[in-house]
């Protein structure tokens, strides 16, 4: 039964919707919530909607309420695009569906874009990651292999010239620089993926991490959630490395007592806080390396990165990245 004026009830299922479609909502609850208000508000039976991108299914499919007869469909148009179509059961003469598809219409078209979005995005990343890893890989066991075989025989070499002390030098010589191209090379592999993220995960890496830099005259606290969600290899490195320059950043130019850093998770995004209660970045400072190679690495996986003055204390830093949390 129809409680409310139909426009009424147009306006307000609406209403509710855009509400939490600006929240942080998946689409497919977003669906779902468009065929609950339907019938909560319009006073129809049942209703079903599925989205459509160009004409196939973009993943989401919800319904509400109970199939009943006679059921009217309405497609959702956006811009000339059809984007789902919305299925209506048993509804009341001039309950206002045809109001309610009109301005959900945009909506959906923007959800069903963002998702579209993300997964490009999410493309992006893994192929970018498979990239990367491909990179450890031929860097590891070829470029290393080799430069450690040549290491080792040119210490040979220098042991065998026993009576030739120059050459001996010169043999050593090369076979140290080999040693610390090895070394340099091990470092870019670490840097491709942390060590410490491959052994502990991001939760226990972060841990680590702040573990690390506690104790040099400024407290560092972490707090982070026991267990996180496996993310995207990529993000996962993001995450650690702006926390580590956030980190060093604090230590090096705030004077802080204390600097914490938090993570959060929501069903979509990661939040990276590093906030410190230092002096507060000075204004017109030249941006370093550090706070542009931030900025890179969160843009890189499809994130941001912010730099603020705490609104909570009198002075300190907020570096806080957003990352997307879509699972692996
Ligand atoms: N937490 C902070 N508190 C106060 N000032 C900061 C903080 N973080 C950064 N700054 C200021 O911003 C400047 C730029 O930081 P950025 O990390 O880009 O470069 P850097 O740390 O000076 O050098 P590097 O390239 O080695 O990172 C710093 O020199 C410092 O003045
Ligand atoms: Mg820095």
């Given at each position: 039964m129809v409680k409310e004026r139909p426009e009424r009830g147009v306006q307000a299922a609406l209403r509710l919707l855009a509400a939490r479609i600006r929240d942080d909502v998946r689409p497919a609850e977003a669906v779902t919530l468009a065929c609950e208000l339907a019938v909560a508000h319009l006073g129809v039976a049942g209703a079903a909607l599925r989205t459509l991108r160009r004409g196939a299914a973009a993943g989401c499919r919800a319904r509400a309420g109970e199939p009943a007869a006679p059921a009217v469909r309405r497609p959702l148009v956006h811009q000339g695009e059809v984007y789902g179509v919305f299925s209506f059961y048993a509804p009341p003469r001039g309950c206002g569906l045809d109001t309610y598809v009109d301005q959900l219409a945009p909506m959906v078209a923007a959800l069903v874009l963002r998702e579209e979005l993300r997964r490009r995005g999410d493309q992006v990343v893994a192929a970018r990651e498979a990239e990367r890893h491909r990179l450890r890989r031929d860097l590891h066991d070829g470029l290393g292999g080799n430069l450690a075989s040549i290491r080792l025989r040119l210490e040979t070499a220098a042991d065998l010239l026993v009576h030739e002390p120059r050459g001996r030098r010169l043999v050593a010589d090369a076979a140290r620089t080999a040693a610390g191209i090895n070394a340099e090379i091990r470092s870019v592999i670490d840097d491709l993926r942390p060590p410490d993220l491959a052994e502990a995960g991001l939760a226990g890496a972060l841990v680590r991490l702040a573990a690390r830099h506690d104790g040099s005259g400024t407290e560092?606290?972490?707090?982070?959630?026991?267990?996180?969600?496996?993310?995207?290899?990529?993000?996962?490195?993001?995450?650690?490395?702006?926390?580590?320059?956030?980190?060093?950043?604090?230590?090096?130019?705030?004077?802080?007592?204390?600097?914490?850093?938090?993570?959060?998770?929501?069903?979509?995004?990661?939040?990276?806080?590093?906030?410190?209660?230092?002096?507060?970045?000075?204004?017109?400072?030249?941006?370093?390396?550090?706070?542009?190679?931030?900025?890179?690495?969160?843009?890189?996986?499809?994130?941001?990165?912010?730099?603020?003055?705490?609104?909570?204390?009198?002075?300190?830093?907020?570096?806080?990245?957003?990352?997307?949390g879509g699972t692996v």
């Open positions: 560092v606290r972490a707090r982070v959630p026991r267990r996180l969600r496996a993310l995207h290899p990529a993000v996962e490195v993001a995450a650690y490395r702006i926390a580590a320059e956030g980190l060093t950043n604090a230590l090096r130019h705030a004077a802080a007592r204390t600097v914490q850093l938090g993570v959060w998770t929501s069903a979509t995004a990661l939040r990276l806080d590093i906030a410190d209660d230092g002096q507060g970045r000075p204004p017109r400072r030249p941006l370093g390396l550090g706070i542009a190679s931030m900025a890179r690495r969160a843009e890189e996986v499809g994130g941001t990165l912010r730099i603020l003055p705490r609104t909570d204390l009198p002075h300190g830093t907020l570096v806080r990245a957003l990352l997307p």
